[in-house]
């Protein structure tokens, strides 16, 4: 879908920006705590976005409710591209879109994956997050997690009914989608960490013992 393309597009060059700009501003903190006030700025927009969309839908139902759709997609994707930016994961090109996907549809990724061909599992998902399948799969793996994305967003249909209730439509909103971003973010936090630790650990699994060299003593001459 070209529409999602380009929001994804716009979200990842936003994401760079907002992530070079955090570290400027916070440089000696660390990767969990730049990730936390991401997810908190991030979570803030949402849900003022949020709540002007709901007050919209109200007036132009037409208008406001696809302009909510559009809006969370976008502060999702660029929310999890800052948080691949903050884990100096590459976001570029196909590997780049595959992550986001991978990590976007979040508890769809399973079905996705089986339904691909792919065995599911965290041995999948961290491949996906070092960039290591082949690109044929990348071609037969994205278009399944775009439908896993999809399929997500669609349950939220009813929540955004609710937000049209006149009065409260415009804080339940804000309540909403701030939670539902701070909730995608946190998880998203939580899987790139876990990666980095076992990256970390890699190294030093995988070097080979040191055994000390024990000087033998001549023999002595007859």
């Known amino acids: 879908m070209e529409w999602v393309d380009q929001v994804v597009e716009r979200a990842r060059d936003r994401a760079r920006f907002r992530v070079a700009a955090l570290r400027a501003t916070h440089p000696g903190e660390d990767q969990v705590a730049l990730g936390r006030r991401l997810i908190g700025s991030s979570a803030l927009r949402a849900g003022l976005s949020g709540a002007a969309t709901g007050t919209l839908a109200l007036i132009a139902f037409p208008i406001g409710l696809p302009a909510g759709v559009a809006v969370s997609l976008y502060l999702e994707a660029e929310l999890i591209f800052g948080l691949l930016e903050v884990y100096e994961s590459d976001t570029a090109g196909e590997q780049g879109r595959l992550k986001l996907y991978a990590l976007w549809a979040g508890a769809g990724f399973a079905g996705a994956a089986r339904s691909a061909g792919l065995r599911a599992g965290a041995r999948v998902i961290g491949r996906v997050l070092e960039g290591s399948l082949p690109v044929r799969i990348i071609r037969r793996l994205s278009p399944a997690l775009l439908k896993a994305i999809l399929r997500r967003l669609g349950l939220g249909w009813l929540p955004r009914a609710v937000k049209l209730w006149p009065i ?39 070097r080979p013992k040191r055994y000390r060299r024990v000087k033998l003593a001549a023999a002595p001459a007859r």
């Open 168 to 206: 409260i439509g415009a804080p339940i909103s804000f309540l909403l989608d701030r939670a539902a971003l701070r909730t995608l973010g946190e998880a998203t936090l939580a899987t790139l960490d876990d990666d980095a630790r076992k990256r970390r650990r890699q190294p030093a699994e995988g």
